[in-house]
């Protein structure tokens, strides 16, 4: 049965001040699959480390299907970098204020994926995880109008 590398890294974003911390479950043996990597999200205030119980059961996942698996720190948690954050609209402007508090989650994990070099892959989180995962494929679906409700 192959092997599989776990690694530890920081993935640098545009700004060199950015990077995130990022948890990597590898297959050794590079074979062309269909199976899309998963990238696992923790929730606000959290770390990767609050799936560390996962990662034995994830990395049979990934051993078996050879697919990579990936856990990262949100910036401002865990081990990435310490970005400060401030919402610039005024306070009575609630859904702009939401839309710049996704913006500032959402657009550091498409970098992340856009640097990591992901077509595709399969989001799974918890709270906020769940929440900018969700508001992404929901984008997606607004975007490609390739979504049909049965």
Not at 21 to 38: C, E, G, M, Q
Not at 53 to 74: E, G, H, I, R
Not at 76 to 92: I, L, W
Request: hydrophobic letters at 45%; one cysteine or more.
């Amino acid at each position: 049965m192959p092997l599989i590398i776990a690694q530890l890294s920081m993935l640098h974003l545009s700004n060199l001040a950015h990077y995130m911390n990022t948890f990597s479950i590898l297959p050794t043996v590079s074979h062309s699959t269909t199976i899309a990597p998963i990238v696992l999200l923790h929730g606000y205030s959290a770390d990767l480390s609050f799936f560390f119980q996962n990662f034995p059961t994830l990395s049979v996942w990934s051993k078996c299907f050879q697919a990579p698996m990936y856990v990262l720190d949100w910036l401002g948690m865990g081990h990435s970098a310490r970005v400060p954050f401030k919402v610039h609209v005024k306070r009575d402007d609630i859904p702009h204020r939401v839309t710049e508090a996704e913006g500032f989650f959402i657009n550091s994990l498409e970098e992340w994926w856009d640097k990591m070099g992901l077509k595709q892959m399969m989001l799974m989180g918890h709270s906020l995880g769940v929440y900018c995962s969700i508001s992404i494929v929901c984008s997606i679906l607004w975007l490609s109008r390739s979504f049909i409700y049965r």
